[in-house]
């Protein structure tokens, strides 16, 4: 167990409560009825001080910094069974994610539909999705053999990260999920 200082503990203190503040006045006035300066006031603290600990303002407050999603969509590829695809596998990773999940605690759920209702946060959630572009690309070239540079692992990479926009605010999101899916694992239909 790792043993964090004061400051450390402070910190990561007032990020809980900077998020925790914002999602609740996020949902009682919407994501547009809320200011910084609000986040910062209800939170007692200073607009200088929030923007410290989130450089990218009110959108960043109800995500983390990208890097679990990073690590999580990198082990899907790394850590999947022998015997199952890719594509399987990165599938099966969405899947339990935002609007695919039937498993989402309840208490979650207020947060996961604001972020799928509001566009600000939605386009917030498509950047962190494509910071993941190297780790993803890194992944999928060392599991094909192919090198990180080949136009189909890129395409991959960057198609795969599209998903979430592409399919999170269909009618059935994860019916829309599984038809992406469908298709990357069969490939375009020939015409008929």
């Given amino acids: 167990m790792v043993n964090t200082g004061r400051r450390e503990r402070r910190k990561l203190e007032t990020r809980r409560r900077l998020d925790e503040v914002a ?23 200073s607009v200088a001080t929030l923007f410290a600990h989130v450089p990218d303002g009110k959108d960043a407050l109800i995500f983390d910094d990208g890097s679990e999603r990073r690590a999580g969509i990198v082990a899907a590829v790394r850590n999947r069974a022998s015997t199952e695809p890719i594509l399987a596998a990165l599938h099966e990773f969405f899947a339990a994610r935002g609007p695919y999940s039937t498993d ?55 198609f795969v990260l599209e998903i979430p926009d592409l399919t999170g605010t269909a009618p059935d999101p994860a019916a829309a999920l599984a038809s992406v899916f469908a298709l990357l694992e069969s490939g375009w239909p020939p015409r008929s």
């Fill in 104 to 158: 989402i605690p309840p208490e979650h759920a207020p947060k996961r539909d604001l972020i799928v209702q509001t566009p600000a946060l939605r386009e917030y959630a498509r950047r962190l999705w494509h910071s993941c572009e190297p780790d993803l690309t890194a992944a999928l070239a060392e599991e094909s053999g192919l090198p990180s540079d080949d136009p189909a692992v890129r395409a991959l990479a960057r």
């Fill in 23 to 45: 999602l609740r006045l996020f949902l009682e006035h919407g994501y547009d009825g809320v200011t910084v300066a609000q986040i910062a006031e209800e939170a007692d603290i």
